[in-house]
């Protein structure tokens, strides 16, 4: 006899479904905007020209012309895809240079190459943690890395985001569970823009016998002298047991990679599910990622990771002066602090933010919108993200934007958070 039960009725009655249907009669949805050309400084998007700061593009090398060149070389060499996973016909030898450099960068011992960031932090802790394993997860962390906890039949024990005093209590409660436990923080927090504190997050693991991943996705290509990310900044690089990337923030491409000790590596290179069941990334897509890894280690490199948290600062200073509440800088162990390239404008309600957002982009600006189930409810937000190729005059232009877009809005729905 058939269920009566209709697995679409979801579809059809989901909690934001008249909420979406109010956005997108209004035109006020923030999501699946039209590009019309490169990710640039400034793009065209559904025909009009309009500032980019809601893009991961944070070197801005997607329009290098070094790594367009080597997303061409790799296309004509091996043409427009490889049909097959890496553990079968899909690896190239710009897989293996490319492994091989991630490697040196990070200081690692050895590196892994997935298709695509989740794909990376899935198919690393679905294979490493097993039942009878605790993850400690930071409640902040990329959703990849709840996916994978998932996914791994682990029990998931998470803690309230950046609070070290959780953190060590959770870890005193995951002592007493009986298996191995893992502890997995971002380095940058993809909405938050903040730091996470790994010497000290690194203490806990090393006083509770915990093993330490971070995720360097927003970090990479950023932080550090040579961009290697967090644990270089905050110089725990021997302290971290694993570390994950992808490459489409600072590597302007698509995938993901995993570093760490080799025989971890090797064991993922041959069980990790995700790794060996996914057609390997297009050609055209590892040869531009391995163009801008070769960009970023050279002389060249530290001039950019400058220049976009110089961009960040200004940006960060420029919104705080109109009054807008954005996250404050992250203070580091020797007392500088640092504003990371995301840069969220706190609002709180998700109608204010999508208002605001709508204001935005008619005056020529696209950010990002984050609501709830994204961020805690009540803490919805602008996510900016700024590139080392803005410009001053077009980050100028950017914040007389939200200048004229504050003030129109809080004539029609009362006042924004003030700055903290």
């Known amino acids: 006899m058939p269920t009566s039960i209709d697995v679409f009725a979801k579809a059809r009655d989901y909690e934001r479904l008249e909420q979406l249907r109010l956005a997108q009669e209004l035109d006020a949805l923030p999501y699946f905007r039209v590009l019309e050309g ?12 309009r500032v980019m700061l809601g893009s991961n593009n944070y070197l801005g090398l997607t329009g290098d012309p070094r790594v367009k060149q080597g997303a061409l070389a790799a296309l004509e060499r091996y043409g427009t895809g490889l049909t097959g996973s890496r553990f079968l016909n899909g690896t190239i030898d710009l897989h293996l240079e490319l492994e091989r450099e991630l490697a040196q960068w990070l200081g690692t011992e050895a590196a892994l190459v ?3 960031g989740h794909q990376a932090n899935v198919g690393a802790l679905g294979t490493i943690l097993a039942p009878g394993d605790t993850v400690v997860a930071d409640s902040g962390d990329h959703a990849s890395i709840l996916d994978g906890c998932i996914l791994s039949r682990a ?3 998470a ?5 070290l005093d959780r953190l060590e209590r959770t870890l005193e409660k995951a002592q007493a569970d009986g298996g191995g436990v893992l502890v997995v923080v971002d380095g940058v927090f993809s909405m938050e823009g903040d730091v996470a ?4 997050i690194a203490a806990l693991c090393e006083r509770f016998g915990a093993r330490l991943m971070v995720d360097e996705a927003h970090a990479l290509g950023v932080l550090g002298a040579r961009g290697a990310g967090t644990a270089e900044l905050l110089g725990v690089e ?14 302007a491409s698509c995938g993901g990679v995993i570093a760490g000790p080799a025989e971890v590596v090797e064991f993922l290179r041959i069980q990790s599910r995700p790794f060996i069941f996914t057609a390997s990334a297009v050609p055209a897509a590892v040869g531009a990622a391995l163009a801008a890894v070769r960009i970023c280690r050279s002389p060249e490199g530290p001039q950019l990771f400058a220049k ?27 007392g500088n602090d640092v504003v990371t390239p995301v840069v969220p404008v706190l609002v709180g309600d998700d109608w204010k933010a999508v208002f605001l957002w709508k204001a935005l982009y008619d005056a020529g600006v696209f950010v990002n919108v984050a609501i709830h189930p994204a961020v805690p409810p009540g803490g919805a937000l602008l996510r900016t993200s700024v590139m080392a190729t803005h410009d001053r005059p077009i980050l100028d232009h950017a914040l007389d934007a939200f200048a004229h877009a504050k003030q129109s809005f809080e004539s029609q729905h009362g006042p924004l958070p003030a700055a903290a």
């Not at 961009?311 to 919104?319: F, P, S, T, V």
């Open 155 to 157: 029990k998931l024990r």
């Open 114 to 116: 997935f298709t695509t």
């Open 238 to 251: 021997d302290r971290v047991d694993l570390r994950m990337a992808t490459f489409s923030k600072s590597l």
């Open 197 to 200: 504190p790994l010497p000290e």
């Open 38 to 49: 490169p990710t640039l400084p400034v793009v065209e998007m559904e025909g009009s020209s």
């Open 159 to 163: 803690f309230r985001h950046n609070r």
């Open 308 to 334: 976009v948290l110089d961009n960040a600062r200004y940006l960060h200073e420029g919104l705080m002066a109109l009054g807008l509440h954005v996250v404050a800088p992250t203070r580091l162990p020797d």
